[in-house]
């Protein structure tokens, strides 16, 4: 079975830095991307970063310039995020998209990230 796991959330103060990692485990049929999702209290779940199995980059407008995704061979996709702001709070939540048709959406967990003084 998939299964992805989330790590490296937090409470840290505006302006600073935190690393998300996730590792994918499990036979995943054609891996087409990795992401980062977050869902703020009350609001419905946004896209934050993606990357595809070839490199390719989407972030969101609200982390442009701030937040990065990567990913290495071992499936596993980071979320480095800096100059973190209050608005940055949510659960965190990873996702593989795949299969031939990305009919398979696979999520972690979550994991809370806390912007706060």
């Known amino acids: 079975q998939v299964q992805l796991v989330e790590s490296g959330g937090g409470l840290v103060q505006p302006g600073g830095s935190l690393r998300l990692s996730c590792a994918a485990s499990?036979?995943?049929?054609?891996?087409?991307?990795m992401g980062w999702y977050r869902q703020a209290p009350g609001e419905q779940r946004e896209l934050v970063a993606t990357?595809?199995?070839?490199?390719?980059t989407n972030y969101a407008d609200s982390v442009k310039g701030r937040f990065t995704i990567s990913r290495d061979s071992a499936k596993t996709v980071y979320l480095q995020m800096n100059s973190l702001k209050p608005e940055d709070t949510a659960v965190y939540y990873c996702?593989?998209?795949?299969?031939?048709?990305?009919?398979?959406?696979?999520w972690g967990q979550g994991t809370q990230v806390t912007v706060s003084s």
């Open positions: 990357i595809t199995n070839g490199g390719r």
């Open positions: 499990g036979s995943i049929v054609r891996l087409n991307a």
């Open positions: 996702n593989v998209k795949a299969g031939s048709w990305s009919q398979y959406d696979y």
